[in-house]
């Protein structure tokens, strides 16, 4: 997968591109020093994911805005502490994963790759903090069902979604361009009325006769 890095120091992301060319599974194809730069450069270039780095960058508007307008993106939070109201406010801004400070690379890529399959791993005091959360404090959130109206090959882009596919990759697999499957994209999430791709592969998941 093709990954961009967001953070104004250049030995972190250095580092990291580093640790991800030893392995076959993501590529740094981008360092942003800015969530503006990011932006210019998401609107041109296939891009699975993003890592930001929240220990500098902490604008949290920006980022939701930036995950509104890229909803195809998985966003993933560097350094985030692992307190339940920075967790509750990075899902706000549109991020689908996080480590913290402590964390080690591997840790790091288990994340992303929980990021991108739809799952967030988190300590038990945290996730036993959001669950409290959710129900003191939210209503429980309806799972809408997968829409009947999706065309044949938009049911086609929908599975390979759910399996963790760029678009790119979609394009490949399918035989399209990837204009043509940013544009199946956005009718998959409208048309299941969902806000983000991972959120497809979640509902997939739970789904799995979903579009058979």
Sequence with gaps: MRISIVTPIRLLAD??????????E???????DTLSDLDALLRTE???LVLV???QIADLEEIRLLALGHPEIVLVALGLR????????????????YVCRDCT?????KAMQDAVSGKLSCPEEVSG???RALFQGVPAPTLPPISETLTRRETDVMHLISRGYTNKEIARDLKLSVSTVKHHV??????????????VMRQVREQPWAGT
């Design 15 to 24: 580092g990291l591109a580093l640790h991800f060319k030893a392995t076959d």
């Design 26 to 32: 993501f590529t740094v194809v981008h360092v942003s």
């Design 46 to 48: 296939d891009v699975g």
């Design 53 to 55: 780095d929240t220990t």
């Design 82 to 97: 692992d307190q339940r109201q920075d967790v509750i406010r990075c899902g706000r801004a549109g991020f689908s994963g």
């Design 105 to 109: 690379a591997d840790d790091l890529v």
């Design 129 to 131: 903090n959001l669950l």
């Design 186 to 199: 956005h009718n998959v999430l409208d048309k299941m009325h969902l806000p983000r791709r991972t959120h």
